[in-house]
């Protein structure tokens, strides 16, 4: 079965610095992945899907990017982080042969 | 655009009592539908899927999905402390991505 790294877990960054996330995949090839955020007491929100290595699609226009330079290797960035960027990141899996996603631990980001 | 949605809760129910939790969907040719549990703090962790119409019970927990009603129910028999979390409902059809709800937040109470 696939494992899911994610880190930093916590990150405080102020406003305006760069945020890079780095989520890797062990235990499958050419996964689905995915780059999602939760608001503090809300529901999960879809950012970037990438289906394959430098296919990224993004959901939500904002000012975060994703970039997959290798195939288990899943990148959130930004160059100038809002206030509204604070939140729950995490990235997720698509196992296809039972069709079911898989999270990661998460990184909580504050933006001060 | 696609909608799941669910009762936000809390849901407060005693320790050893069954817990309902219910999520509607949008899209009528949904396929796969999912339950996943979060504690607070914490990435939300598997625990159900279902895909026919019917019920699917795993241990305390029992899936129960009715397409033609759009709805998606999980219960969980023997509730304890250790089950207080929000729990996600989630969607899926092949070729597209998820859709979650909102969660409900469960509280147990001992």
């Known amino acids: 079965s696939q494992t899911i790294h994610q880190w930093p877990a916590t990150l405080v960054q102020p406003v305006g610095s760069p945020l890079s996330l780095e989520c890797t995949v062990e235990g499958t090839s050419n996964p689905n992945l995915y780059w999602y955020r939760q608001a503090a007491g809300r529901g999960l929100q879809l950012l970037f899907y990438?289906?394959?290595?430098?296919?990224i699609s993004s959901e939500v226009p904002q000012n975060l990017s994703a970039s997959r330079p290798q195939d288990r290797q899943f990148i959130l960035s930004s160059k100038k982080l809002l206030l509204s960027d604070s939140g729950f990141y995490l990235c997720?899996?698509?196992?296809?042969?039972?069709?079911?996603?898989?999270f990661g631990s998460g990184t909580q980001l504050s933006v001060l | 655009q696609k909608e799941v949605e669910q009762n936000s809760g809390p849901l407060s129910v005693p320790e050893g009592a069954i817990a309902s939790l219910n999520c509607t969907y949008s899209d009528r040719v949904s396929q796969s539908f999912f339950w996943y549990r979060q504690y607070s703090g914490k990435s939300p962790e598997l625990i159900m899927s279902?895909?026919?119409?019917g019920d699917k019970e795993d241990g305390r927990f029992t899936a129960q999905l009715n397409k033609a009603s759009q709805y998606v129910s999980l219960l969980i028999r023997d509730s304890q402390p250790s089950d207080s979390a929000t729990y996600l409902c989630?969607?899926?059809?092949?070729?597209?991505?998820?859709?979650f709800g909102p969660g409900t937040r469960l509280s147990v109470l001992p």
């Open positions: 279902i895909y026919s119409n």
């Open positions: 989630a969607v899926y059809n092949y070729g597209q991505n998820f859709v």
């Open positions: 997720a899996c698509y196992r296809g042969q039972d069709e079911k996603l898989f």
């Open positions: 990438s289906v394959g290595i430098g296919q």
